[in-house]
């Protein structure tokens, strides 16, 4: 029995869709390669300027370029374009990962590399693949979603470990005790070492210090090791410091013309 042609039609449509899908990690891929060390900063992107969290970010994102880390952002508002600001206004990397969205996500100006995505797990996965640590802010479910997928990839041992700051007690905490209290405690779904995964605090500095030292062990087993022995999965990255930009169409790099100083 012949199929519609509805039919035909939606297989062509799944497997071009596929090709979009390589598409986008290739370039990405290619692109992300080139940054070196860097921190990807995660944040509600309804932060007010004027909150102490969206100054936090903006100052920790510049203590990192100073060290000679870069920062990985959603690219849009809030904290995202507060870390993007901090690292862009100190002459450091500043990576924006923006996503098309139904609501229109505006990139924010302070990108010096900036990849649109039109796949969400194509994004998610240089999110991680790229970074040296991850830090959380007071987000929504986006941050949740990172921190959560962040943790099952350490405690599964999919990725190496690697630092996750969460900033904020009085956001983070109540978390930290239903996940001792629910999941630990009640239901015994996790284990009591994968409240070690993280780290909560409310100083920047401290938050700063945690991240340049892991980074610095892993750069010194690297020397140790030789070059044929670093881990070729996440979360270690290339070691060169400048980007190549993409050439396609729904993924692509600004920093062709230079970085981007629009004033806010």
Not at 43 to 62: C, D, T, V
Not at 132 to 154: C, H, K, N, R
Request: proline share 6%; glycine share 10%.
């Amino acid at each position: 029995m012949k199929r519609p042609d509805s039919e035909y039609e939606a297989t062509a449509e799944e497997t071009w869709r596929v090709f979009r899908i390589m598409a986008e990690f290739v370039e990405a891929i290619e692109i992300m390669s080139e940054v070196g060390p860097a921190v990807s900063i995660f944040g509600s992107s309804r932060m007010k300027r004027s909150e102490p969290a969206y100054k936090q970010a903006r100052q920790m994102a510049g203590l990192l370029v100073r060290a000679g880390v870069g920062v990985i952002t959603g690219g849009g508002p809030g904290i995202m374009e507060a870390a993007s600001r901090g690292a862009f206004e100190n002459h450091g990397t500043s990576v924006g990962l923006n996503i098309d969205l139904p609501n229109e996500q505006e990139a924010n100006p302070y990108q010096t590399i900036s990849l649109d995505f039109r796949y969400f797990f194509c994004r998610k996965v240089m999110f991680v693949r790229f970074s040296m640590g991850f830090v959380g802010f007071p987000g929504g479910f986006g941050t949740l979603d990172e921190f959560f997928e962040a943790m099952t990839l350490i405690q599964t041992e999919k990725t190496h470990r690697f630092p996750v700051i969460l900033m904020g007690s009085r956001y983070w905490n109540p978390l930290v005790q239903w996940l001792r209290e629910a999941c630990l405690d009640t239901y015994s779904a996790i284990d009591a070492r994968d409240l070690d995964l993280f780290h909560v605090t409310d100083d920047v500095e401290e938050g700063v210090s945690m991240l340049l030292d892991f980074i610095k062990e892993q750069n010194a087993a690297s020397v140790r090791k030789g070059p044929a022995s670093v881990p070729s999965g996440p979360p270690v990255p290339g070691a060169a410091s400048a980007a190549v930009p993409g050439q396609g169409s729904k993924l692509r790099s600004r920093n062709q013309a230079g970085p981007r100083r629009t004033k806010p």
